[in-house]
């Protein structure tokens, strides 16, 4: 069975970091794009950061940086993403996504990612 399950997430003050996690199981991750994306309250999912599977092409989204980090570790079957100087407007639910390297078209698109975790709740606020 295929799942991705997401953890890290929790209440941080403005100018804090989290460090979220997204494991997978039932598949190897060393063969799929990852991607973060995000939903807060009334608005659509956006694309946070993406990483392909070769390690080396990666997205965000203008305004995550230079303060998000996205990595895998395809031995941990695990990607990861570190976010600093966080912002009360990265406040949402953060979902992790996966889709094997050959259908996935590169833009960090929603409508892209096959595979989806449950999301982790990530609230920015002091």
């Known amino acids: 069975q295929v799942q991705l399950v997401e953890s890290g997430g929790g209440l941080v003050q403005p100018g804090g970091s989290l460090r979220l996690s997204c494991a997978a199981s039932?598949?190897?991750?060393?063969?799929?794009?990852i991607g973060w994306f995000r939903q807060a309250p009334g608005k659509e999912h956006e694309g946070v950061s993406c990483i392909r599977s070769n390690y080396n092409n990666t997205y965000y989204k203008d305004s995550v940086k230079g303060r998000f980090t996205i990595s895998r570790d395809n031995g941990k079957n695990t990607a990861y993403l570190q976010m600093n100087s966080l912002k009360p407007e990265d406040t949402a639910v953060y979902y992790c996504a996966a889709q094997p390297e050959a259908w996935y078209i590169g833009d960090c698109d929603y409508y892209d990612m096959n595979y989806w975790g449950k999301g982790t709740l990530v609230t920015v606020s002091s």
């Open positions: 039932g598949f190897s991750l060393d063969s799929y794009a």
